[in-house]
């Protein structure tokens, strides 16, 4: 996004394997993913979407393969990289006991500090404006993935990875969530994501992954 | 990276859940008491044991805590995006640490002082001992963490956590009791203060790594 879009963004996989325990998911998978393309990863329940979108965020163990984010090996230029992405898991990674405006205040503290107004206008954009300063806990489970998706878009970050962003969001939420991923592409953002229910991109360049159940 | 920030924000959270920061500080209190009911309550005998019963108590009042370092972070997620993050995740594990320290451990020193005179420990001597839990409790906290951040990612990990962790701590514990007793008897009690100020040194140096590592290893599968 903003000040990002000198060098070409590239993030690219090739001959990566993900495993879950000793157990092979998927082998062989490569992709190469330039600025403004999204990746859809699908697959069934149990294919391993959310190992391979960790393993590409770089939680997850790389053993066979490689992950390259503008051409340097994830093993080599982590911080850099860990900068420059966004992830929203299964969990939402908000604090039950803090505020929403708290959340993004104390997510803000592990990367750059978001101005107030920004936080404002980021909640008031995800329409949790009224809930800023309830605890989270109070909140409904869609509140708090908005409360997420807020620190996603708060952290100005090129490259998202989204596990079932979709995930206990409602209809205006889904469409929060297109056009927020519609707006990041457009800048020149890139995104991996992994969801059963179809997403309206604008964008012409979604890949798509599939990944099947070795049989 | 903002310190002030992060600090705000455990020190926050913790606030919000002061009920189960209570948890140690009464075990603390209990089980100091539970000793005059055993051992008997002459006087001498509990001036002698003051040290080794209050290091005793503090030590297993402060893995109670230890369990919950990382657990709620873990279960919602807020791990994953501190790993994420782009600062080093050895110094956030620091600043981790040393916030449940100032919720955990600083309260048992404090009220350590309170029991050790329940005990009849003499006050002359009381500097030293709390000087030592000073140096002692945040390596041991540090070492908790060690075996938090490795369990964390396990369903019951509630009694593997002190079982790793208890024989580690067995050097804090001879030196810190062996400073109490030294002060109360009123020998210099300079060589294992300065036995616990090295190990803190070197917990401070090197467990943050051992942590981070840790953490890595439980958010991998």
């Known amino acids: 996004m903003s000040g990002q879009a000198t060098t070409p963004l590239t993030l690219s996989a090739c001959g990566v394997a993900v495993w879950r325990g000793d157990r092979c998911l998927c082998r062989d998978l490569s992709f190469e993913l330039h600025a403004g393309e999204a990746l859809h990863v699908q697959g069934s329940n149990g294919a391993g979407k959310t190992s391979l979108i960790r393993v590409l965020a770089g939680l997850g163990r790389c053993d066979v393969g490689e992950v390259l984010w503008q051409g340097e090996s994830l093993r080599r230029s982590g911080a850099t990289y860990r900068a420059a992405i966004g992830y ?18 104390a997510a803000g503290a592990l990367r750059h500090a978001p101005a107030s107004a920004d936080i404002d206008s980021t909640l008031a954009q995800m329409n949790l404006y009224a809930y800023a300063d ?15 998706l807020a620190r996603l878009l708060l952290a100005r970050v090129p490259l998202w990875f989204l596990d079932e962003p979709l995930a206990s969001l409602d209809i205006a939420g889904a469409g929060l969530l297109n056009e927020m991923l519609n707006r990041h592409l457009s800048t020149g953002g890139l995104a991996v994501f992994a969801t059963h229910q179809p997403l309206q991109l604008t964008s012409s360049s979604v890949q798509t992954l599939t990944l099947d159940r070795p049989t | 990276m903002n310190i002030a920030a992060l600090v705000q924000r455990d020190l926050r959270l913790a606030y919000r859940r002061r009920g189960e920061l209570a948890t140690p500080v009464i075990f603390f209190i209990i089980v ?29 009042a402060s893995l109670i805590g230890q369990d919950s370092l990382f657990k709620s972070d873990y279960e919602d997620g807020s791990l994953e995006q501190t790993l994420l993050s782009p600062a080093p ?17 600083l309260p048992l020193v404090i009220l350590a002082v309170l029991l050790a005179l329940m005990l009849g420990y ?29 369990t964390v990612g396990l369903r019951r990990s509630g009694m593997l956590l002190p079982i790793l962790v208890l024989p580690l701590t067995v050097p804090v514990l001879i030196f810190g009791a062996a400073a109490g007793e030294r002060a109360a008897l009123g020998e ?17 140096t090197l467990a943050p790594f051992a942590i981070a590592g840790g953490l890595r290893i439980s958010l991998e599968s």
């Not at chain 1, 309830?134 to 997420?148: E, F, K, N, Y």
């Not at chain 2, 995740?89 to 451990?105: K, Q, S």
Request: glycine share 12%; with cysteine; net charge positive.
């Open chain 2, 122 to 150: 003499p006050t002359g001597a009381m500097g030293v001992l709390v000087l030592g839990l000073l140096l002692g409790t945040p390596v041991l906290s540090f070492l908790g963490a060690i075996g938090a951040s490795l």
């Open chain 1, 134 to 148: 309830m605890p989270c806990g109070v909140l409904s489970m869609g509140q708090r993935r908005r409360a997420a």
């Open chain 2, 188 to 204: 210099p009690a300079a060589a294992p203060v300065y036995f616990l100020a090295a190990m803190l040194v070197l917990a401070v």
């Open chain 1, 88 to 105: 929203l898991g299964h969990s939402n990674g908000v604090k039950l006991g803090l505020s929403p405006r708290e959340n993004l205040a």
């Open chain 2, 32 to 60: 100091t008491a539970l000793f005059p009911l055993a051992v008997g309550s002459e006087p001498a005998l509990l001036r002698r044991l003051a040290p080794g019963v209050i290091w005793v108590a503090a030590l297993l």
């Open chain 2, 89 to 105: 995740l050895e110094g956030l594990v620091l600043l981790r640490v040393f916030t449940h320290w100032l919720v955990t451990g």
